[in-house]
């Protein structure tokens, strides 16, 4: 795959939508993912994974305030929702690289399909589809796994025995398969199923720093 920075292509496989019933004014009806037509979810996860903090209901007559969703064609109803964000980076605005899987089939066009892991213990999670499989054995998708907030230093072992399983479930080869590690010195475990790629997250995405840290007064 050589696309350049310009049209480097972020593909996502599945979207869903949400609705919000209820009164304007209600504090639920200010969720991120309201004001979006099509809410991104993330690679490789259920739709189930995604969620969390919620509380989902089967007969909506009773109550006056829920949520619709709508995803695979199927309708769910909740009374409290919360769903994961696709995060990668605040700093940089990715959204104009992000494509649909389908489509991009359509137009025969190349792309990195990133799996936002969080850290090395979700590999065990990731289930990929036939669609995709297929697609990295023809060179068309490569697999990027985004493990860069923890830097695996104390669990090498365990990292390895879940990418080792990772890498033989779906027959998998460094051409394919990428791993941003918040562990810089990661590339002296690069072998020929699989390729590290270190990348500082907290260095760009400082959580844990105040906004006003910085703001040292004028002499």
Do not use: A
């Not at 991009?104 to 590999?123: A, P, Q, R, T, V």
Request: proline residues 3%.
């Amino acid at each position: 795959m050589n696309n350049n920075e310009s049209s480097i292509i972020f593909g996502v496989e599945n979207y869903c939508t949400c609705k919000y019933y209820g009164e304007i004014d209600d504090v639920e009806n200010h969720q991120w993912f309201l004001k979006f037509d099509k809410i991104l979810i993330k690679n490789g996860f259920s739709f189930d994974h995604n969620l969390y903090d919620f509380e989902e209901i089967f007969n909506v007559e009773p109550d006056e305030k829920y949520y619709e969703v709508i995803y695979n064609n199927t309708i769910r109803y909740f009374k409290k929702l919360f769903i994961r964000p696709w995060f990668i980076s605040d700093k940089y605005s990715l959204n104009k690289h992000f494509e649909c899987v389908d489509d991009l089939i359509k137009s025969e066009k190349s792309f990195f399909f990133i799996i936002d892991c969080g850290d090395f213990d979700n590999i065990k999670n990731i289930s990929l589809s036939e669609k995709i499989i297929r697609l990295t054995t023809y060179n068309k998708c490569i697999i990027v796994l985004n493990t860069s907030y923890e830097p695996f230093s104390m669990e090498t072992t365990y990292f390895s025995l879940s990418l080792e399983n990772f890498v033989k479930k779906y027959n998998l080869n460094k051409n394919n398969l990428k791993i941003l590690s918040g562990n810089l010195l990661s590339t002296i475990y690069n072998n020929d199923r699989y390729e590290f790629i270190p990348y500082c997250y907290f260095l760009e995405n400082p959580w844990f720093v105040k906004k006003d840290s910085f703001n040292f007064p004028k002499i």
